[in-house]
T-cell receptor, first 110, second 120 residues
Framework: GIQVEQSPPDLILQEGANSTLRCNFS?????LQWFHQNPWGQLINLFY???GTKQNGRLSATTVATERYSLLYISSSQTTDSGVYFC????????????FGSGTRLSIRP | GAGVSQSPRYKVAKRGQDVALRCDPI?????LFWYQQALGQGPEFLTY????????KSGLPSDRFFAERPEGSVSTLKIQRTQQEDSAVYLC??????????????????FGPGTRLTVL
């Protein structure tokens, strides 16, 4: 099945810093989503981005489908950005399964 | 409803007990998914429904796990004779459709808050 790898696994930054999180996937995808899992466990939708670039406030994401990767950018980090960021994909050949990466744990220090 | 809801939020069971976890998807969403998330890991797919039909149950870890969605809306995940290794957060998600049948974005999944199951 499709493999999803995220990097880095852990990231510790000072408030105000910028960061880039990466998601590599091993096959063509129907769907790619970025989620933020907050300290209470809720998965919050950040982006639905099987291809192209989107921006939402301090966050933006780019997926290059032909090269099988996606990037999530966080600018001017705030302590509330802390948590785990997941990339999840639905492959063309594995319809109905959405596969999650292992996540990037982001800690923003005040 | 406004979002996906799940109940109970927390469940403590003694080993060997049966448990039932409920999911209310977003109104009008055709597709419903169950995931299991172990501590420190990403969610893992368990099963998928399109309306009342269970189209994929390949992720269910054993025959002690059973899911249903009899009227194509609310779903229940049942675990029989719970074991300690069943302790995890169980997440439910829904989407308008599956795949690209409904157009781009129609297969975006939205998650509920999860049920944290602890088996003693």
């Amino acid at each position: 099945g499709i493999q999803v790898e995220q990097s880095p696994p852990d990231l510790i930054l000072q408030e105000g810093a910028n960061s880039t999180l990466r998601c590599n996937f091993s096959d063509s995808v129907n769907n790619l989503q970025w989620f933020h899992q907050n300290p209470w466990g809720q998965l919050i939708n950040l982006f639905y981005i099987p291809s192209g670039t989107k921006q939402n406030g301090r966050l933006s994401a780019t997926t290059v489908a032909t090269e099988r990767y996606s990037l999530l950018y966080i600018s001017s980090s705030q302590t509330t950005d802390s948590g785990v960021y997941f990339c999840a994909v639905e492959g063309y050949s594995s319809a109905s399964k959405i596969i999650f990466g292992s996540g990037t744990r982001l800690s923003i220090r005040p | 409803g406004a979002g996906v809801s799940q109940s109970p939020r927390y469940k403590v069971a003694k080993r060997g007990q049966d448990v039932a976890l409920r999911c209310d998807p977003i109104s009008g969403h055709v597709s419903l998914f169950w995931y299991q998330q172990a501590l420190g890991q990403g969610p893992e797919f368990l099963t998928y429904f399109q309306n009342e039909a269970q189209l994929d149950k390949s992720g269910l870890p054993s025959d002690r796990f059973f899911a249903e969605r009899p009227e194509g809306s609310v779903s229940t995940l049942k675990i029989q004779r719970t074991q300690q290794e069943d302790s995890a957060v169980y997440l439910c998600a829904s989407s308008l459709v599956m795949g690209l049948a409904g157009g781009l974005g129609a297969n975006e999944q939205f998650f509920g808050p999860g049920t944290r199951l602890t088996v003693l």
